[in-house]
């Protein structure tokens, strides 16, 4: 919806709705709005309250997990075994391979360590993290090697363009790419004008990852003021904005009670009518489609 409101008037809707989730292609449903970790693990002394974080967000419905093999080196995989222990099975773990290990051998090698980090036989969903110098047939292959031994139930890129899933789409098996995870977030929006609609038209979901920009958003005096306005918080607001499509799933990265209780609470604004003109020459729409 290129060229739509940024955002808008919310309103405080009901909240006995039950989580929203997105539809994955195979037919899965999966929580809409999911737990980052990135900058999780740089610090012994906060590794419990990153813990506490995840396990409060999958007590208020937040079982969607994304991690990476690259964050902090494997320990956020380790934070995140601690994490969903004794509650594997109500989560979602996505995780993601770098680049430099995306052959098919190393691939299957790095999807196997993060296994063992991990302390689980599968991982949800496991995406290529961005493209780099390896042929994109060599990690479908790994792929396709781990779904048969269901290391992996499904798997994905990050940071793709449309160039790149044009790329992977002609490859045999290349359709069964089951989500693309790319920036977004009221600042971010040059998806809008290329790639959301390309994903959209094929049923692919999209995953927002910095949906409140690292944080900055929280200083924009715009979001801030529409925040004010509705009894939100900016970060509500900003996740609001960003959830308000129903096949856009997003992943914020909390590491406080208090922020995962407040982004939870997000899920209970929506979006109703359109915002004001000043937010809207501010935060425009994407006109063309700009690198990721
Ligand atoms: P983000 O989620 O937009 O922002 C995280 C920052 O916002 C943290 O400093 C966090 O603080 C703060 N925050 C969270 N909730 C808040 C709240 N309610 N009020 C105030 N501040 C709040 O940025 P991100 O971590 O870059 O993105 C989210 C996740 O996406 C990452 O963690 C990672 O899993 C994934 N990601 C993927 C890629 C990729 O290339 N695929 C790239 C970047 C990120 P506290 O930590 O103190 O709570």
Redesign the pocket.
């Known amino acids: 919806m290129a060229g739509a409101a940024p955002f808008a008037y919310f309103c405080h809707a009901m909240s006995d709705l039950s989580d929203p989730t997105v539809t994955l292609p195979s037919g899965e449903r999966v929580p809409q709005l999911g737990?980052?970790?990135?900058?999780?693990g740089e610090s012994l002394r906060k590794r419990k309250e990153e813990v506490a974080?995840l396990r409060l967000g999958i007590d208020l419905g937040l079982t969607l997990i994304?991690?990476?093999e690259m964050?902090a080196d494997g320990i956020v995989e380790e934070i995140v075994a601690e994490a969903v222990e004794g509650r594997r099975d109500e989560c979602f773990i996505v995780s993601?391979v770098l680049p430099e290990n995306s052959t098919r051998a190393s691939t299957i090698a790095a999807c196997e360590r993060s296994l063992r980090r991990l302390k689980t036989d599968r991982i949800d969903l496991y995406?290529l993290?961005?493209r780099g110098q390896p042929r994109l047939e060599e990690t479908l292959s790994g792929f396709e090697a781990l779904s048969d031994t269901g290391a992996i139930r499904y798997w994905g890129v990050?940071?793709f363009d449309v160039k790149d899933m044009e790329e992977l789409y002609a490859l045999e098996g290349g359709s069964v790419c089951a989500t693309d995870?790319?920036?977004y977030?009221l600042r971010r929006r040059g998806i809008e004008a290329g790639l959301l609609p390309w994903c959209r038209d094929r049923g692919i979901p999209i995953m927002a990852?910095?949906?409140?920009?690292?944080?900055r958003?929280?200083c924009d005096r715009v979001l801030t003021a529409v925040a004010i306005r509705h009894q939100a918080?900016?970060?509500?607001t900003?996740?609001a904005w960003a959830l308000r499509r129903p096949d856009m799933m997003a992943?914020?990265?909390?590491?406080?009670l208090?922020?995962?209780r407040?982004?939870r609470a997000a899920l209970d604004i929506r979006l109703t009518d359109p915002g004001p003109r000043r937010a809207r020459s501010r935060l425009p729409a994407a006109k063309a489609p700009t690198s990721l």
């Open positions: 737990q980052g970790t990135w900058g999780m974080a994304d991690t990476a964050y993601k995406l993290h961005w990050s940071n995870q790319v920036l977030n990852y910095s949906p409140i920009e690292q944080g958003l929280l918080t900016t970060a509500q900003a996740l992943i914020p990265k909390a590491a406080t208090e922020h995962v407040e982004n």
